[in-house]
C-alpha cells in the first residue's frame, strides 16, 4: 500500500489536514459507484454510477476529477467477512495503484466489507452510488 495510510476497521486514519475533499470510488468490473463529500462536513453526496469497463473507465474518471477537483481519492476494498482476500480485493487494489499512477492524488484504501448490502437494504435506486457514499462516510467518520 505504499504510503496509503492503511488502517484496522474502526481505527482512526492520519490524514493531513490539507486533504478536505474527496471522491470516491465503489469499483466494479462493469460499473463503479462514485460519490463526493468534504472533511468538513462529513458527509457524502451520490453521483452517477460510471458504467464503462477497462481504460474507458479511467476516461470517465478523469471527467469527474476535472469536475470536482478532489484533494483525494478514496477506493472501497472488498474482502470476505472473515477478512481474507479474494480475487475483486486485488482488482480493487490494482485499481487504486492505477489511479495514483495516472492521476497523481493521494488515493485512501477503505474496507468495504457490506457497504453494498447496506445499500440495497437501505432502498438506494443506485446501489453502487450508495456504497460510494457508505465508503466515504465511512473513511470521513474515520478522520481525527
Request: charged letters at 20%; one cysteine or more.
Amino acid at each position: 500500500m505504499s504510503g496509503t495510510p492503511a488502517a484496522a476497521p474502526n481505527a482512526p486514519l492520519a490524514v493531513p489536514a490539507h486533504f478536505q475533499s474527496f471522491l470516491a470510488l465503489d469499483f466494479g468490473l462493469k460499473r463503479t459507484g462514485v460519490a463526493v463529500g468534504s472533511r468538513l462536513l462529513r458527509t457524502a453526496t451520490p453521483q452517477p454510477t460510471l458504467r464503462a469497463e477497462g481504460d474507458a473507465r479511467f476516461a470517465l474518471v478523469a471527467e469527474r476529477i476535472r469536475e470536482w477537483q478532489p484533494d483525494a481519492l478514496v477506493i472501497g476494498v472488498p474482502y470476505h467477512p472473515d477478512g481474507a482476500s479474494h480475487e475483486n480485493t486485488a482488482r480493487a487494489l490494482k485499481f487504486a495503484r492505477q489511479l495514483r499512477g495516472r492521476f497523481g492524488l493521494q488515493v485512501f484504501e477503505v474496507d468495504e466489507r457490506y457497504s453494498t448490502t447496506e445499500a440495497h437494504s437501505s432502498g438506494a435506486r443506485d446501489a453502487d452510488a450508495a456504497s460510494a457514499c457508505i465508503i466515504l462516510e465511512q473513511f470521513l467518520r474515520n478522520l481525527p
